[in-house]
T-cell receptor, first 111, second 114 residues
Framework: GENVEQHPSTLSVQEGDSAVIKCTYS??????FPWYKQELGKGPQLIIDIRSNVGEKKDQRIAVTLNKTAKHFSLHITETQPEDSAVYFC??????????FGTGTSLTVIP | KAGVTQTPRYLIKTRGQQVTLSCSPI?????VSWYQQTPGQGLQFLFE???????NKGNFPGRFSGRQFSNSRSEMNVSTLELGDSALYLCASSFSGSAVDEQFFGPGTRLTVL
């Protein structure tokens, strides 16, 4: 089955700096890669996603890049704010609403 | 539009007991997936239901089961609870079944097995 690895497990950045989280996947048939943000006591919330026919996608301060050849994708958050502090998960899916998640990155933005 | 709701939010059981968790998807969504979240294993896929049929299943023992009703509400059941079943159980709903589309997660049910 699919195996998704995520790095780093923890990340601290100063407010205003950028944060980058990286994931790799093993199943070349995976074609959908969402990123989720999970705050304490809440379920994961989709923040951005990318499909395998696209190399990059941006939404305001958040961007995701995908390298299908290398089987890795990354989340980039620019101009970080304290409210960006949360756990971030990457995921991969080949369909059927079955998702494989990375182990999460705890992001702390220091004011 | 109301989000995904899960009940109960917290549950404490003892080993050997069984438990039933409930999930109400977003109105109009027909696909419901269940995940187990633990600090050690992260988010792991349990199963997915679409139109009352289990369509996908993860690598969990048969003690974990589920069902979906005609109104798309779903329940999952864990029998003969073990300490290792302590986790946050998340339910996610999505509109379609055939294509990969956005999943919306509920807040989860925190199960503690003593």
């Amino acid at each position: 089955g699919e195996n998704v690895e995520q790095h780093p497990s923890t990340l601290s950045v100063q407010e205003g700096d950028s944060a980058v989280i990286k994931c790799t996947y093993s199943d070349s048939a995976s074609n959908y890669f969402p990123w989720y943000k999970q705050e304490l006591g809440k379920g994961p919330q989709l923040i951005i996603d990318i499909r395998s026919n696209v190399g990059e996608k941006k939404d305001q301060r958040i961007a995701v890049t995908l390298n299908k050849t290398a089987k890795h994708f990354s989340l980039h958050i620019t101009e970080t704010q304290p409210e960006d502090s949360a756990v971030y998960f990457c995921a991969a899916s080949r369909g059927g609403n079955q998702f494989y998640f990375g182990t999460g990155t705890s992001l702390t933005v220091i004011p | 539009k109301a989000g995904v709701t899960q009940t109960p939010r917290y549950l404490i059981k003892t080993r050997g007991q069984q438990v039933t968790l409930s999930c109400s998807p977003i109105s109009g969504h027909r696909s419901v997936s269940w995940y187990q979240q633990t600090p050690g294993q992260g988010l792991q896929f349990l199963f997915e239901y679409f139109s009352e049929t289990q369509r996908n299943k993860g690598n969990f023992p048969g003690r974990f089961s589920g069902r979906q009703f005609s109104n798309s509400r779903s329940e999952m059941n864990v029998s003969t609870l073990e300490l290792g079943d302590s986790a946050l159980y998340l339910c996610a709903s999505s509109f379609s079944g055939s294509a990969v589309d956005e999943q919306f997660f509920g807040p989860g049910t925190r199960l503690t097995v003593l």
